[in-house]
C-alpha cells in the first residue's frame, strides 16, 4: 500500500473516531462529568491548600464521616470549639457544599468551617449523593434527613436544633436555598416528595455563598463555566433540555421565595407559609453567576420583604473576586466575608435574652 493510500486510511479511521466521540458526547454528559470533577478535585485541593494557611483562632475538634442515613451514607462531618462540653448546646451552622451537583466532598468545606467552630459555633458539613449517579431530587431529599437526624441526635451531638443556619457555596448554596424554602412552604416540600424535618422556627438564618438561584438564566451562561454548568444540569436532570423541565422550576427558588398562601393553589390552612428566615447572600465581582444569580435573588428577597444582608463588590473591583471568593483568605475581602458571615450568624441565633 502506498503513502498516500495509508494516510488516507488513518484520515479514515480518525474520521471515524471522532464521530464515534461526538455521538457519545451527544447521548450522555458523562464524560464532560469527569472532566469538571477532576477539575473541581484540582480546585478543592488548592482552597484547602489555602485555607490552611490561615488557622482558626483556638483550636477545634473535628469528627469525620458520621452517617445519617440507616445505610451509612451518605455521612456529615461535625466541627466543635476544642474542649467544649457536649452537655450545653452550640447553634450549629449546617453547611451543604458545592460542586455543580456532580462532584466535591463535605470535607472540602471543614478547613472553613474550623472558623466558624472557632468562633464558638458547632458546624455540620453534610455529604450527599451527587449526580449522575443519583438524579434531581435526590440530594434534596437526603439534605432534608440529614436535618432531621441532626435535630434527633441533637444532644449527644452538642448543637442546639432551635438555633440553626443553613449555608451553602455555589451549588450547595442553590441546595440550601431550596431547604429553606421547603421548611418553610408545605406546599413547596409536598412538591418535592417531602415533609419538611425543621419546624420553621427552628430555622433561624442562611448563608448563601456564589450560588445558583434561576436555572433558566444558566442557559445565558457561555464559555467554559457555561458548558461545565450545562453539563452538570444534564447529568443532575438527567434531561438535556434541563432549562425547561420540571425540575428546573422546582430548583428556581428565586420563584419560590416570598410566597403567600394567595399566591399557591392549594389549601394550607392547616400548615401555612412561614415567613423565610433571614439571609446572608454573596458573590465576588469576577465570578460570571453573581450578575445574573446572586444580586437578582437578593433584589427579589429586598422586594418581598426578606431580611437580606448582601455582601457585593463594584464590577470595576481589583483584583477581581472570582467564584467561591470566600474560601481564598489569602485576600483580605475573603477574610471581610467571614467577618461578615460570622456577625450575621451571631445576630439571627442569639436568643432573645442575650
Known amino acids: 500500500m502506498s503513502v498516500v493510500k495509508r494516510l488516507a486510511v488513518a484520515a479514515g479511521a480518525l474520521a471515524a473516531v471522532a464521530g464515534a466521540v461526538a455521538v457519545v458526547l451527544r447521548a450522555t454528559p458523562w464524560p464532560s462529568v469527569l472532566v469538571i470533577r477532576k477539575a473541581f478535585e484540582r480546585g478543592a485541593v488548592s482552597n ?40 450545653e448546646a452550640l447553634p450549629v451552622v449546617v453547611w451543604v457544599h458545592g460542586g455543580a451537583w456532580i462532584s466535591g466532598f463535605a470535607a472540602d468545606n471543614v ?9 464558638g459555633y458547632a458546624a455540620v458539613a453534610l455529604d450527599y449523593t451527587v449526580a449522575p449517579e443519583a438524579r434531581y431530587p435526590t440530594a ?35 441546595l440550601a436555598s431550596q431547604l429553606a424554602a421547603l421548611t418553610v412552604d408545605p406546599e413547596y416540600a409536598r412538591a418535592l416528595g417531602l415533609r419538611a424535618s425543621l419546624r420553621p422556627e427552628q430555622l433561624r438564618g442562611v448563608v448563601l ?25 444534564w447529568a443532575l436532570t438527567g434531561e438535556k433540555d434541563w432549562s425547561h423541565s420540571g425540575a428546573a422550576s422546582t430548583m428556581s427558588t428565586i420563584d419560590v421565595i416570598g410566597r403567600t398562601p394567595e399566591s399557591t393553589d392549594g389549601d394550607d390552612s392547616e400548615h401555612p407559609i412561614a415567613p423565610f ?19 437578582p435573588m437578593s433584589e427579589r428577597m429586598r422586594a418581598v420583604g426578606i431580611d437580606v444582608t448582601t455582601l ?43
Not at 483562632?57 to 476544642?82: K, N, Q, S
Not at 441533637?154 to 449555608?167: K, N, S
Request: hydrophobic share 40%; aromatic share 6%.
Open 48 to 87: 484547602t491548600a489555602q485555607l490552611r494557611r490561615h488557622p482558626p483562632a483556638r483550636a477545634v475538634e473535628v469528627t469525620t464521616g458520621i452517617p445519617y442515613t440507616h445505610a451509612g451514607a451518605p455521612t456529615f462531618d461535625l466541627v466543635l470549639p476544642a474542649g467544649h462540653p457536649r452537655d
Open 111 to 119: 478547613p472553613y468551617l474550623e472558623h466558624l467552630a472557632a468562633a
Open 140 to 174: 434534596v431529599r437526603q439534605l432534608d434527613e440529614a436535618l432531621g437526624h441532626l435535630t434527633e441526635h441533637a444532644a449527644e451531638l452538642g448543637i442546639d436544633p432551635e438555633r440553626i443556619v443553613l449555608a451553602g457555596d455555589s451549588a450547595g448554596a442553590q
Open 209 to 233: 455563598q456564589c450560588g445558583v438561584y434561576d436555572i433558566a438564566a444558566m442557559a445565558d451562561v457561555h464559555g467554559i463555566a457555561g458548558w461545565g454548568f450545562k453539563a452538570a444540569l
Open 277 to 295: 428566615p433571614p439571609v446572608f447572600i454573596s458573590g465576588g465581582n469576577g465570578d460570571a453567576l453573581t450578575s445574573i444569580q446572586s444580586l
Open 312 to 354: 457585593f463588590w463594584p464590577a470595576d473591583h481589583e483584583p477581581p473576586l472570582p467564584h467561591e471568593y470566600h474560601l481564598h483568605l489569602d485576600r483580605p475581602e475573603a477574610h471581610d466575608a467571614l467577618r461578615q458571615t460570622l456577625d450575621f450568624v451571631r445576630r439571627v441565633t442569639r436568643r432573645t435574652t442575650e
